[in-house]
C-alpha cells in the first residue's frame, strides 16, 4: 500500500486544521493506521493509531482531547483533525499503516508499522 499524506501548512495558535491520508494499492480496509509526528531534532512521536473498522482509537498523551482520527474505508482515506493547535505542534505528520487482523491491539510503536506516508508538515506560529 502507498500512502500519500496532505493538508499540512502555517496556522496560527488555536486554529484547527485537518490533514488527509490516501492510499493507492491494496484497500486500506485491512490495515490498521496511525499517525505519528516529528518536530525539528527530536524522534518520531506517536500521534493516533485507530483500527481497522474504526471502532477503536488511541492517543497520544500530547493530543487527547484535541486531536481526532478517522476514516472512510470506502474512500481508503484516513483523516487526522486537529483543534487548539499549539506551537508545540508543529512537526512534519506522517501518516502509517499496518496489515493486521480485525481484532489486534492499536499500538503507538513506530516500529509497529511498516508502510509509510511522505509527511506533511505542520508550522503553528505563536
Known amino acids: 500500500v502507498q500512502l500519500q499524506a496532505s493538508g499540512g501548512g502555517l496556522v496560527q495558535t488555536g486554529d484547527s486544521l485537518m490533514l488527509s491520508c490516501g492510499s493507492s494499492?491494496?484497500?486500506?480496509?485491512?490495515?490498521?493506521v496511525g499517525w505519528f509526528r516529528q518536530a525539528p531534532g527530536k524522534g518520531r512521536e506517536f500521534v493516533a493509531a485507530?483500527?481497522?473498522?474504526?471502532?477503536?482509537?488511541l492517543y497520544g498523551d500530547s493530543v487527547k482531547g484535541r486531536f481526532t482520527i478517522s476514516r472512510l474505508n470506502a474512500e481508503n482515506t484516513v483523516y487526522l483533525q486537529m483543534s487548539s493547535l499549539k506551537p508545540e505542534d508543529t512537526a512534519v505528520y506522517y501518516c502509517?499503516?499496518?496489515?493486521?487482523?480485525?481484532?489486534?491491539?492499536?499500538?503507538?510503536?513506530?516500529?509497529?508499522?511498516?508502510?509509510w506516508g511522505q509527511g506533511t508538515l505542520v508550522t503553528v506560529s505563536s
Open positions: 502509517a499503516a499496518v496489515r493486521v487482523i480485525m481484532t489486534a491491539p492499536l499500538s503507538r510503536d513506530v516500529s509497529e508499522y511498516n508502510y
Open positions: 494499492g491494496r484497500t486500506l480496509s485491512q490495515y490498521a
Open positions: 485507530m483500527s481497522r473498522s474504526g471502532d477503536r482509537t
